[in-house]
């Protein structure tokens, strides 16, 4: 497995701490977002089709968001023909990581997030993502930034003097929801 995000949770009442890892097998292309205790214990994980790139999370520990790749939403309705992947933005409870994500649209996810979108149009690349209070702002590549609220709803956007996608119509599809 190979690490490509951490996040270490100091914020627990008794001192302890535990760390949030995204990690993925470079000949498979699922990926897991996983919990660990200080011994390197597993106490959650949850699973993605497609490789998950990054995590943030609330300065109080307490929300978890992360963004990466959906391999199999190229064969849905959503897509375009295009070869491109979508990327995707989850939001969690930090203290219940579990389950999977959905193939499809509509399928059923026994997965424990709040919320599993994916960036639309298609091919639209993430640069990362950070909290600002409780909202899951997302920073595009090409200079456009996104949010999204704590319950999913569309936050402020802004756009960079530089912006390559100024005249794009960015968006998300929910993908699921709890």
Known sequence: MRISS??????????????FAT???????????LVLDRT????????NPGWLM?????????????????NDLRLSELADGSEEYFQ???????????????????????????WYKALTPQGTKIREIEFVGAD???????GKSLA??????????????????RDVEHGFVDIASD
Request: proline share 4%.
């Open 6 to 19: 951490l996040a270490v949770d100091r914020c627990q009442p008794d001192g302890d701490y535990r760390v």
């Open 23 to 33: 990690a993925h097998d470079i000949n498979w292309l699922a990926s897991a977002l």
């Open 40 to 47: 390197g214990k597993v106490l959650g994980e949850f699973w």
């Open 54 to 70: 990054q995590i943030a999370m609330t300065a109080n520990c307490a929300e978890i968001a992360v963004w990466g790749y959906h």
């Open 88 to 114: 995707i933005v989850a939001h969690f409870s930090a203290d219940h990581i579990a389950g999977f994500a959905p193939s499809l649209p509509g399928e059923r996810s026994n997965g424990s997030f709040r």
């Open 136 to 142: 899951v702002n997302i920073w595009l590549r090409c």
């Open 148 to 165: 999204l609220t704590s319950d999913g709803a569309p936050g402020v956007t802004g756009i960079a003097d530089f912006s390559r996608c």
